[in-house]
């Protein structure tokens, strides 16, 4: 109660027994209070004064802003009543106390007015349209017409209407017949209370009662079916601002803020893992990308609980549902909450680094988020230097070129294995973002790689020659759960490698579709022992040693020269690699008459590739520039490990491409050789 006389100020007293709870005293004559739960950040009912501060219930003050001390109104959809206030010939205003103390306007009501001056008296605020939240009536400003304004807002909350409570009702009637006061229900709202029991109402004193009926238990919303295959980035439709783990600090408890965002990484994308019942975790891209999640502190259900990140708990305070809104936006509910509470912005606040706290669902846009996605996948590294075998995890069966055909259009389907074979076995050769050359090993292993001709669903999978278009590219997207799902770079890595139909039948081929998570396009990557004819390159030189023959003539009866016994030295071939040699003699028949023996050394050089050092003097400098240059013109020759080595972008031909691939490695453009362009 306020007090216009001495003492000066408010007095909250027990309504039972008129005991002083507590007493503020005022400067001067305290003209007006109001009571009743505004502001969630306190437990109870808020209590203040003309030229007093806020007070709790005990007396305390509370560290948020004084309100008008005009009216009340059931706005929003919570359980905390807005500030309903006007002055003579101007608009009402209804006013919510966010999460940090401070007002923001819901409404004005332009062109349309409150009366009595400073008290600013709407025509009527009541529940008169059956929705617990209450409707304000205002005239127009040349008092000729009304307006009835009802809430916007949505609401997870049901009750029955105010007006089947009879003090509620009474006190609206009052409104036009004695001092007008906002009503006050015989019970208390709030979201730190459960909802009231529903009273048995007694009618006209007759002894005749009206039973409540039990309203219909609320259903919880829908929510979205949502692609788990891309990156989300989720904008405040309030603000305009993305939803971001704070510094992108890939740690437990570090914050969720809003801020702006003019291109997207770790610590603003975001991934979902489907958890049944409409629900998914929210997984941050910070560090690894796998392991912190959206994360409502401690689980809690308290309006304002915190919102970080934290490593998988596998609790309901890591499981959201997206519900869409019909407007292009969607509203990201908490299960903790039973879907009553939200992800929002706090205090509904525009800025960068505000903070994201959950809230009671009022339909606000400071708790609408529109979603965009980024379909570009992040790939797994995979050993270039090991062979795999691929086996469907539908089927069981593995990849492979359909009857051994080593030749470009080959169809590609899958079939039993009992082993390691070169129709069955691939190998992968990095290119760049993620993607990677699928070899087969049929021929000499370089020969054909894995291809699709364009994006399109149902697109057949064949090997062909290395073309080096995006045809040929394919990323390895970890699953997880030790299988894969191969994207192709033709579909913008919408889509990926499956067996058409989810056949488990030998034969059934290989083809590219939108990616769907079922079985049939997940892939278990065996690693296998095999050895590919590419692996080793060897140079056979066949030397002819001649050795030291002697040959024997039996005396005869005439005189004759005899012949000549004949050394010649062996040639001598000098060389820096290593060398094995194998003796294999070979006996031949000479002109004459003697007995002689040749033999044949055959020596095998092993080379390995030093990519770059076409003059092969152990260094990758401007002189293999100009050697590689002198060879395409014709100038020279280039040794077996030169030629080898000159292939700096690995296609298979020497020509410009190399040198001027083997210039920018020389210049440092780029770091590695072979270099393959994307």
Request: hydrophobic share 30%; charged share 20%.
């Amino acid at each position: 109660m306020c007090h216009e006389d001495k003492p000066y100020g408010v007095t909250l007293a027990d309504a039972k027994t008129g005991e002083i709870i507590f007493h503020k005293d005022g400067t001067g004559d305290t003209g007006r209070c109001c009571a009743d739960n505004i502001w969630a950040g306190n437990d109870g009912a808020e209590f203040w004064g003309l030229g007093n501060d806020v007070f709790d219930g005990n007396g305390n003050t509370l560290n948020c802003r004084r309100p008008a001390i005009n009216f009340l109104s059931y706005w929003d959809g919570d359980f905390e009543r807005e500030i309903l206030d006007g002055y003579t010939d101007s608009p009402a205003t209804i006013s919510k106390m966010g999460a940090d103390g401070k007002l923001t306007t819901l409404l004005t009501t332009d062109g349309y007015y409150t009366c009595n001056t400073t008290k600013g008296t709407p025509c009527l605020s009541a529940d008169i349209f059956g929705d617990w939240r209450e409707e304000l009536i205002v005239r127009a400003a040349d008092s000729k017409s009304i307006r009835i304004y009802c809430t916007p807002y949505t609401t997870g909350s049901r009750i029955t209407t105010l007006m089947q409570d009879p003090q509620y009702r009474n006190q609206v009637a009052g409104q036009n017949i004695s001092y007008n006061q906002p009503p006050h229900a015989s019970f208390y709202l709030g979201s730190d209370q459960p909802i009231p029991e529903r009273p048995v109402v007694q009618v006209n004193g007759n002894g005749g009662t009206v039973e409540p009926i039990e309203p219909p238990t609320p259903t919880r919303p829908t929510g979205a079916v949502m692609d788990t295959s891309v990156k989300y980035h989720f904008q405040n439709v309030g603000s305009g601002q993305y939803l971001e783990v704070d510094s992108g600090k890939a740690e437990n408890g570090a914050n969720v803020q809003q801020w702006g965002a003019d291109t997207f990484d770790g610590h603003n994308s975001w991934k979902l893992i489907a958890a049944g019942d409409g629900y998914y975790y929210i997984r941050s891209c910070v560090g690894d990308g796998k392991t912190y999640f959206l994360d409502l502190a401690n689980g809690k259900q308290d309006n304002g609980t915190n919102i970080g990140i934290w490593e998988n708990t596998h609790s309901d305070a890591q499981l959201f549902k997206f519900v869409d809104n019909g407007d292009g936006t969607y509203t990201i509910t908490t299960k903790a909450t039973e879907d009553k509470a939200c992800v929002a912005v706090a205090s509904d606040s525009t800025d960068s680094g505000a903070n994201i706290v959950q809230w009671t669902c009022n339909g606000k846009d400071s708790q609408k988020w529109k979603i965009s996605v980024d379909t570009i996948k992040d790939g797994a590294e995979l050993d270039e230097n090991t062979c795999y075998m691929l086996k469907n995890v539908n089927s069981n069966l593995y990849l492979e070129v359909k009857d051994g055909a080593a030749q470009a259009g080959a169809t590609v389907q899958q079939w039993g294995a009992n082993g390691a074979a070169a129709h069955n076995v691939w190998h992968v050769k990095k290119i760049n973002w993620g993607y990677y050359y699928i070899y087969s090993a049929l021929g000499d292993g370089e020969s054909f790689v894995l291809n699709v001709n364009n994006g399109d669903n149902a697109e057949p999978l064949t090997i062909a020659a290395n073309n080096k278009q995006s045809t040929q590219y394919f990323k390895f997207v970890d699953n997880e759960d030790g299988t894969y799902t191969i994207v192709t770079r033709a579909s913008k890595d919408l889509s990926c490698v499956e067996i058409a139909g989810a056949q488990t039948s030998s034969g059934a081929v290989a083809q590219q579709w939108a990616w769907n998570d079922n079985d049939c396009q997940k892939w278990v990557l065996e690693p296998v022992a095999y050895t590919l004819p590419s692996q080793t390159t060897t140079v056979t030189t066949t030397i002819l040693t001649t050795t030291e023959t002697t040959t024997t003539t039996k005396p005869a009866t005439t005189t004759a020269k005899p012949v000549e016994t004949t050394t010649t030295k062996p040639i001598t071939t000098t060389t820096k690699l290593m060398e094995t040699t194998v003796t294999k003699p070979v006996t031949t028949t000479a002109p004459v008459t003697s007995d002689s023996t040749e033999t044949t050394t055959e020596t095998t050089y092993e080379y390995p590739r030093n990519y770059g050092d076409v003059n092969v003097d152990g260094k990758v400098d401007i002189a293999d520039a100009i050697f590689l240059n002198k060879y395409l013109a014709g100038q020279i020759a280039l040794s077996v490990a030169g030629t080898l080595n000159a292939d700096c972008n690995a296609s298979g031909d020497l020509d410009d491409a190399d040198t001027t691939v083997l210039m920018a490695y020389v210049l440092m453009k780029i770091t590695d050789l072979p270099h393959i362009e994307g």
